[in-house]
Every structure is written in C-alpha cells, then in structure tokens.
C-alpha cells in the first residue's frame, strides 16, 4: 500500500559510527551535518551513548554540538537522545542552555531512559530505577528551563527559556508515547522496534501508529505535535552497490535476526533489511519503499540515517544529496529558499 507522506521537516541522525578513530569520527560527523545544511535538511541529531564504542562514539553530545553549531547557521541540532537518567539534571539544563545561546536558539533535546543497562553499574546507579531518574530528571530540567525556583532557592543561568518548549522524548512502548503527549513534549520514534513474541511479521507501522494514538489522545489542546519518525535511509546511485554495503554492514547484525525468527526470503541480507525496517537502493526504490510506511502519513519530522548499514563516509555525502534532492520531494518535503540559494553558490 501507498501512503501519502505529510512530513515537514528533513533530518540527519547519527551515532557516530565511522571505522576510524574518535577524533576522525567526530570530524566525519561535522562534516556530514555541514553537507545536510548545505542540501536543506532542517535538522541534525546525533546520539550520546557511554563505553561502547560499536554503539556509538559519542558521550558528550553538548559539546559536539556547540562546535557544530559555529560551523553551521540554519540547521537545527538536537540530542537523539541524551540517556537522562545517567546525568545531573541540572548540569545537562546548564549545557543545554550554553549551546543553546551559542547556536542561536537552535537546540532541540531529546531525551530517553537508555537502554546499555550496564553503563549504570558503571555510573554507581540502579538500571531498575531508570524511569523513575527519568522522570524526576526531566521534571527539574523543566523546573530550570522554565525559570522556575530550584532547590535551596536558585534560577538557573544562564536562562534558555525555549528550551522548554523544545523537549523531544524516545520512547518504545504506548505508556511512554502517551507521557510524551501530556507533557506537550515531542516524540521520537525509532528506526525499528522488536516484534512482539510469535509475530515476527508485523510491519513497523502496526507498532508504532498505536504509539502516535495515544501521544495525540495525551496531547494538550492547542499544543502543536511534534512526531519525528527516525528511519533506515541509504540511497546510492547504484543499487549492486548499496546492496554491497548492506551485506557487510547488516551482518554484522545478524544476532538479531535469530532472536526475531523471520527466516523468510532465504536470503541474509534481505531478511536483515525487512526484520530491521531498512530503506535501501536508488531513489526510485527508496521513493517506493518510504512511501509503504503508514507511520510517516502521521510524522511531522523525517529523519535519516545510514545505520546500520554504515557505508564509508563519501558515500553517506551522496545519500544525504540523493535524500535531499530526489527522495524528500518525491514524498512532499521542500527545502527553505536560502538552502536552495546555497547549494547553487
């Protein structure tokens, strides 16, 4: 089935997740937000996780935004996600708010309880209380943002008041969704879920759009929602080529195949790219592909990622171009005037 897409926004995610030393990584990463702007995405989001560098290569997300930031001016930056039950609220509220100011008010933060459970161990906390951290966290974040009295009597400083209003939350479950809605933040939805045990074949969309149920019953009335749906992208100008990069990087995720049991093409690489929910091949075949996912009709953000594919760096310059120029338009995004303007100098 053919859905129509009613997105508004284009992103770029990342973890951070090139072959090569952290340093390189991090300026890989730079680049590759630097190329979306130049092609008109309107975001950027990049992922905080802690030790485990196949994860992600990234713990610090607040200050690999801010020299983001001054090497870039319209895109907007944001966290996906900063694992909040492992921080001192306070100090992401007072991060959050510097890059905030040093980015001209282009911070968005998204925020979720984490799932590398030992990463707490490690950080001297209970992975079991995660949602009650997340919860009391995000409940002072928003104290301090709003300018709200602290305890012992404080504001925070500097003030970032916007940021309140720009709270993005990651969720994999409805309960989840719907807390998003009452609170008039954002939800962030992932790039794939796990299926439900003995329904290995249920689309994406049929876990998710239950998920967006629930946010829009919760969502206060007048309060603009905020659905950002975070896929698989990769589009090459040849297809043999793509599914070359697949089969080497989707391998690598096989173990996840197992535990879903959908064995069902007899092919590895193509049941990887079904069970994982990937978007793969030339424009036409991504165009077609995007255009069967029911949860991006309801989306108002779209964002992009090559993961976990994970081709070599020129060649996510070229799927960013290829999303940004052929694929988004085709499912109704538009670049702004001043990024148009840009990509012709």
């Known amino acids: 089935m053919t859905v129509h897409s009613t997105f508004k926004r284009l992103g770029f995610f990342s973890r951070l997740l090139d072959e090569t030393t952290a340093a390189e990584r991090y300026r890989l990463a730079t680049q590759q937000i630097v190329h979306a702007e130049k092609y008109g995405f309107d975001s950027a989001w990049i992922a905080q996780h802690h030790f485990h560098e196949g994860e992600g290569g990234l713990p610090s997300p607040f200050v690999f935004l801010a020299q983001a930031a001054v090497q870039t001016s319209r895109i907007r930056l944001g966290t996906g996600i900063v694992t909040l039950p492992l921080e001192l609220p306070l100090r992401v509220a007072e991060d959050a708010a510097v890059t905030d100011l040093i980015s001209g008010g282009r911070l968005e933060v998204g925020v979720g309880p984490g799932g590398n459970l030992s990463a707490f161990t490690a950080f001297g906390l209970d992975a079991g209380d995660r949602h009650l951290l997340m919860d009391r966290n995000l409940d002072l974040m928003r104290t301090a943002w ?117 064995f069902t093409s007899g092919n590895l690489v193509g049941d990887l790219i079904a069970a994982m929910d990937v978007h793969i091949g ?16 309801r989306a108002t953000d779209l964002t992009m990622q090559v993961h976990s594919i994970d081709p070599p760096h020129p060649f996510i310059l070229r799927s960013i171009e290829l999303m940004a120029e052929a694929v988004a338009p085709a499912l109704g ?4 005037d001043d990024a148009a303007a840009r990509r012709v100098a």
């Open 146 to 262: 709003s300018g709200g009295t602290l305890p012992g009597g404080d504001h925070l400083y500097p003030a970032s008041p916007g940021l309140a209003d720009r709270i993005w939350q990651a969720t994999f479950t409805v309960a989840g969704a719907r807390r998003a809605g009452l609170a008039g933040d954002g939800l962030m939805l992932s790039r794939t879920q796990p299926r439900p045990e003995g329904q290995p074949q249920l689309s994406l969309a049929d876990i998710q759009n239950p998920m967006i149920d629930a946010y829009l019953e919760g969502l206060p009335a007048g309060c603009e929602p905020r659905i950002l749906a975070s896929r698989t992208v990769f589009v090459a100008d040849d297809r043999a080529e793509a599914m070359r990069f697949a089969e080497k990087g989707l391998a690598r995720m096989r173990h996840r195949l197992a535990a879903t049991g959908n």
């Open 282 to 297: 030339t424009p036409a075949e991504v165009i077609a592909s995007l255009q069967a996912d029911a949860t991006l009709a």
């Open 333 to 336: 995004w538009r670049p702004g």
